[in-house]
């Protein structure tokens, strides 16, 4: 096995900003899902992940993933100053503290 095959856990912190800068773009999806598995635990629902602005594949990466994820209430593209160079997105919140939230 090479130098290349073996590499060190990255520690990300987890507070609701993720840059996917520097990481390799086949790592992204197993990334994404533990990254907001992780937010969903520690009840960060809002966050934004950084993505660059580039040719738009890791945008296009990131939009897919978050689609099809049963964690994602919703997500756009870009902030209010219209950034795309990140995606932000909200996570669904567990039912009992909707109705919490609620009352």
């Known amino acids: 096995m090479s130098e290349t095959d073996q590499s060190d856990p990255v520690c990300i912190p987890i507070d609701g900003d993720l840059d996917l800068h520097g990481f390799n773009p086949k790592e992204v999806p197993h990334l994404l899902q533990e990254y ?6 520690r009840e960060i629902f809002n966050g ?9 594949t890791l945008r296009e990466t990131v939009r897919a993933h978050l689609h099809k994820n049963p ?3 919703s997500f756009q593209v870009g902030d209010s100053k219209g950034n795309w160079g990140a995606t932000l997105f909200s996570l669904k919140r567990p039912l009992d503290q909707v109705l919490n939230q609620d009352a």
């Open 36 to 41: 907001l598995t992780e937010c969903a635990k």
């Open 48 to 56: 934004r992940i950084i993505h660059g602005k580039g040719i738009g």
């Open 71 to 73: 964690l994602i209430e």
